[in-house]
């Protein structure tokens, strides 16, 4: 069975993050924190404590992705690709709002009962929508890199549907896990005939930026 491995990580804090702010597909860039957790995921990585040689480093073509990989990464060696497939949902009209201004359950998001999975507001991605096209992007990273490690920058909602698919848990299910700016999140994808078998391997690692997030207080 050909089995491809990822290691999924989220992008460091930005100003939007702190500020609770709705980012989207905004670009917005990484923060003194943010900077500060790459750094540590850089000399995390550096020290090999996965004990893993990485084949491909792939990101989000959003900047609070793309500079969280460069800095972690800048000592692998390997060349940066670019995949928008990896990129956060798409909220249109409602982002820079702030989180808070829409109430308990938040802007249409994952984990609401009653909510119409194939709505979108204008210019934004419906949540069924967004959830196909990244587990499409990862099971086409699969196909084309089969049997490699690949490490990959993107975001919370990214992560989100990857945990979703891994976990059997439906759209409409409150998520029960956390995610952490800059966690590690590794899990496999196993070739079948004529689809892929997801499987979680270790979630949610952030020892690697507990000392970053004492120092900036």
Same mark, same amino acid.
């Given at each position: !069975?050909?089995?491809?491995?990822?290691?999924?990580?989220?992008?460091?804090?930005?100003?939007?993050? #702190?500020?609770?702010?709705?980012?989207?597909?905004?670009?917005?860039?990484?923060?003194?924190?943010?900077?500060?957790? #790459?750094?540590?995921?850089?000399?995390?990585?550096? +020290? *090999?404590?996965?004990?893993?040689?990485?084949?491909?480093?792939?990101? @989000?073509?959003?900047?609070?992705?793309?500079?969280?990989?460069?800095?972690?990464?800048?000592?692998? &060696?390997?060349?940066?690709?670019?995949?928008?497939?990896?990129?956060?949902? &798409?909220?249109?009209?409602?982002?820079?709002?702030?989180? =808070?201004?829409?109430?308990?359950?938040?802007?249409?998001?994952?984990?609401?009962?009653?909510? =119409?999975?194939? /709505? #979108?507001?204008?210019?934004?991605?419906?949540?069924?929508?967004?959830? =196909?096209?990244?587990?499409?992007?990862?099971? #086409?990273?699969?196909? $084309? +890199?089969?049997?490699?490690?690949?490490?990959?920058?993107?975001?919370?909602?990214?992560?989100? !549907?990857?945990?979703? $698919?891994?976990?059997?848990?439906?759209?409409?299910?409150?998520?029960?896990?956390?995610?952490?700016?800059?966690?590690?999140?590794?899990?496999?994808?196993?070739?079948? +005939? *004529? @689809?892929?078998?997801?499987?979680?391997? *270790?979630?949610?690692?952030?020892? /690697?930026?507990?000392?970053?997030?004492? =120092?900036?207080?």
């Amino acid at each position: !069975m050909t089995i491809t491995n990822f290691w999924l990580i989220r992008h460091g804090e930005t100003s939007w993050n #702190a500020e609770r702010r709705l980012q989207g597909w905004q670009d917005i860039p990484l923060n003194e924190v943010g900077i500060a957790q #790459a750094n540590e995921l850089a000399a995390y990585l550096a +020290s *090999n404590p996965l004990d893993i040689t990485f084949d491909l480093l792939v990101s @989000s073509d959003l900047k609070r992705a793309s500079q969280t990989a460069e800095i972690a990464c800048a000592h692998m &060696g390997l060349d940066l690709i670019l995949e928008p497939g990896l990129r956060e949902r &798409g909220f249109g009209i409602w982002e820079g709002r702030s989180w =808070d201004s829409f109430g308990e359950t938040g802007p249409d998001q994952p984990g609401a009962n009653t909510q =119409d999975l194939d /709505h #979108a507001v204008e210019g934004a991605e419906s949540i069924r929508k967004f959830q =196909d096209r990244v587990i499409g992007s990862f099971e #086409a990273l699969a196909r $084309k +890199s089969p049997e490699q490690n690949i490490i990959v920058f993107a975001h919370g909602g990214v992560i989100d !549907m990857v945990w979703r $698919k891994l976990h059997n848990v439906d759209l409409n299910t409150p998520r029960t896990e956390r995610i952490l700016n800059a966690s590690i999140n590794h899990f496999s994808l196993h070739a079948l +005939s *004529n @689809s892929y078998e997801w499987r979680v391997r *270790n979630w949610a690692q952030t020892q /690697h930026v507990e000392k970053a997030l004492d =120092d900036i207080g």
